[in-house]
């Protein structure tokens, strides 16, 4: 059974930039997505790749801010964010795709523990 782990969340003004790593222990599945929850909201897709292709997917609000990349030889999946807004403070969770739609909590099996970003204005 994959563990992931995520890490670089922190405090950031508008404007400022983060990257989230997100390390997988054990076999990681073929498709990798961040997922992030706001207080009071859903928990929604913000990116995701699949392994081996390296093809990416992203949400209507982070594209063009936003890249997922990820790392073979550290089994290690990256979320470059820049241009950060207000309102993409939230719980950045990392999860492995089981089975179904990328974008939908449910299809996802694997989960880490979330890393926490807030951006001031």
């Known amino acids: 059974q994959v563990q992931l782990i995520e890490s670089g969340g922190g405090l950031v003004q508008t404007g400022g930039s983060l990257r989230l790593s997100c390390a997988a222990s054990?076999?990681?599945?073929?498709?990798m997505g961040w997922f992030r929850q706001a207080p009071g909201k859903a928990r929604e897709f913000v990116s995701g790749?699949?392994?081996?292709?390296?093809?990416?997917h992203y949400a209507d609000s982070v594209k063009g801010r936003f890249t997922i990349s990820r790392d073979h030889a550290k089994s290690t999946v990256y979320l470059q964010m820049n241009s950060l807004k207000v309102e993409d403070t939230a719980v950045y969770y990392c999860?492995?795709?089981?089975?179904?739609?990328?974008?939908?909590?449910?299809?996802?099996?694997?989960w880490g523990q979330g890393t926490q970003v807030t951006v001031s204005s």
């Open positions: 054990g076999l990681i599945k073929n498709y």
């Open positions: 999860a492995g795709l089981g089975r179904g739609s990328i974008y939908r909590t449910e299809s996802y099996d694997t």
């Open positions: 790749i699949l392994w081996n292709s390296g093809d990416t």
